[in-house]
């Protein structure tokens, strides 16, 4: 399903960094609830092949789309190839993201810094850019949503760890209000949720895999979050019953 050149579906997706962790459970709940959705993915196929298989037994509609979202012609051609596979973009769902080993600042390299941001913030801003650019009704579009994926980095700052990280999430923070505001009147929303600490692989690429139970007692919850808690709440905001919600920063923290 979904691989039909002349394919056009009304509700239309795309989740960067799509192939595990909250972006896959976002790819999962936004199928079932009648999303085409494109599964965006850097290197691992196999991982985003794997959430278009579970997406397809369940009836939905899924295609993968290879792309390193800080690459700008590599962006182009994602969004061309859901443009011809699914039809004109609805909604945008700004997953990718990475951390690095944790270090204090004055251990880290500006080779570091670099990368954080051009895949955490600038990789946001070329995939909302063109989102924006199919879903505007200034430029044709009947509307859509944004969801860009922060982090309660960006309002704890994460001393000792990753400040980096937090610095980047506290850019995407101020362009979700920034571009909220810019194109509320052309029929397009934007927000943000800020997850907590949730269980997913991205604590092991930071070098620290058992980050979550061993923080878990400085949530009030008690507990670490799942990418499935995460992705409801993106995929409220994506839908209709989200309708007058844009601008907003929902965190998704156990009050952490």
């Known amino acids: 399903m979904g691989q039909d050149d002349n394919a056009r579906y009304p509700k239309v997706l795309l989740v960067t960094g799509g192939s595990r962790g909250i ?7 936004a199928a079932r609830q009648g999303w085409a959705v494109a599964v965006n993915y850097t290197a691992n196929s196999l991982a985003a092949d794997e959430v278009v298989r579970a997406i397809r037994a369940g009836g939905g509609t899924a295609i993968t789309v290879q792309a390193d979202v800080a690459d700008e012609a590599q962006v182009l051609k994602m969004f061309e190839k859901v443009d011809a596979k699914l039809g004109r973009l609805t909604g945008l ?37 063109e989102a924006v650019r199919r879903m505007s ?12 994926v922060s982090s309660a980095a960006s309002r704890l700052g994460s001393p000792g760890q990753y400040v980096d990280y937090a610095a980047a999430k506290g850019a995407v923070d101020t362009f979700t209000i920034g ?22 692989q ?22 670490g979050g799942t990418a499935e808690e995460v992705a409801q709440a993106i995929v409220w905001l994506l839908s ?15 009050g952490r």
């Open 23 to 29: 972006g896959a459970a976002t790819a999962l709940l």
């Open 93 to 129: 769902v700004n997953n990718a993201g990475v951390v690095d080993v944790t270090a204090r600042v004055d251990q880290m390299s500006a080779a570091r810094w670099k990368r954080m941001f051009d895949i955490n913030v600038f990789g946001s801003f070329l995939c909302a850019r």
């Open 137 to 148: 009704t200034r430029h044709g579009g009947e509307g859509g949503s944004i969801v860009n």
């Open 179 to 200: 571009l909220a505001k810019e194109v509320a009147a052309e029929g397009v929303r934007v927000n943000a949720v800020r997850p907590g600490l949730i269980e997913t």
């Open 202 to 223: 991205i604590h092991a690429s930071g070098g620290l895999p058992n980050r979550v139970n061993e923080l878990k007692h400085q949530v009030p919850m008690q507990r």
């Open 240 to 254: 209709d019953a989200a309708s007058y919600t844009t601008m907003s920063l929902l965190d998704v923290s156990g």
